[in-house]
């Protein structure tokens, strides 16, 4: 799988850290006081996003393992990091889930990951975990959910449209898409993990008009590849949200969840 433009990842930030629901963030940082030694490794890592979001919430103590298949992505990583001695960083591939380097690891984070990964791949993720008794904290899944205040006939037609191609194949198999925190908290539920499942939702208004110019940018491929709209439509479509963005009182909700699963002891 390919990384993401790095200028994509900074806009979606600010955002990303608001909409992280904040008991579940208080639920991973208990969990990590309890452990006298707690390790963390963060998959899919980007440019750091998630370590520079709860870093100053896990003990003093804690190390983290940054990795990401994109070197691009890892060296900002690191320049963001800025020499800080609790992080390393390393390029990995996730397609081999199995040889992730679990030992003496505490927690494996995930931020916007799973929702562009297969059933199989998040089998695979999970029966990983279990066998060292690894817990998980992954949060921003896409749910499938994108409503605007401001409607547009065609706004059902195009969340249907994103939604189909969100389940195509981004490099781990098939995507489960909209379905992939209800499997990942059936796959640990079954591996006797306690699963704690919240809502984290994008809320973006005429102040982040910049991230939803971004949005809109993405969805125009994906609507074209499904092809259920003509590119008209799709144009039109485009045209009239991209107008009402900045317009007072506008707002667009793009719905996530986050997921939390703790082994037993």
Known sequence: MSG?????????????????????VERFSRHLEEVQASVIIDIGCGTGSTWRSLSDRVPRTAQWQLLDYDPLLLAEAERRAGGAGDVAFRQFDLNQIEELPLAEVTMVTASALFDLCSADFCN?????????????????????????SIRH?????????????????KGFGPALGPDATEHLRLAFENLRYRVTVATSP??????????????????????????????????????????KVREPGSSCVVGHTDILALPRN
């Not at 279990?130 to 904290?137: E, H, I, N």
């Open 4 to 24: 993401f433009d790095k200028d994509w990842l900074a806009l979606r930030e600010p955002v990303d850290l608001r909409a992280r629901d904040a008991s579940m």
């Open 124 to 148: 695979r993720f999970a029966d990983t975990l279990a066998r060292s008794k690894t817990g998980v904290y992954a949060a921003l899944n896409y749910d499938g959910v994108m409503e605007w």
């Open 153 to 169: 006939p065609l706004d059902g037609q195009v969340t249907i449209d994103f939604n189909q191609h969100q389940r195509l194949d």
């Open 202 to 243: 994008w809320v973006m208004g005429p102040d982040e008009a910049a991230l939803q110019l971004a949005f809109l940018e993405g969805l125009e491929k994906p609507l074209l590849e499904i092809g259920s709209l003509t590119t008209d439509e799709i144009k039109a479509w485009l045209q009239f949200r991209r107008e």
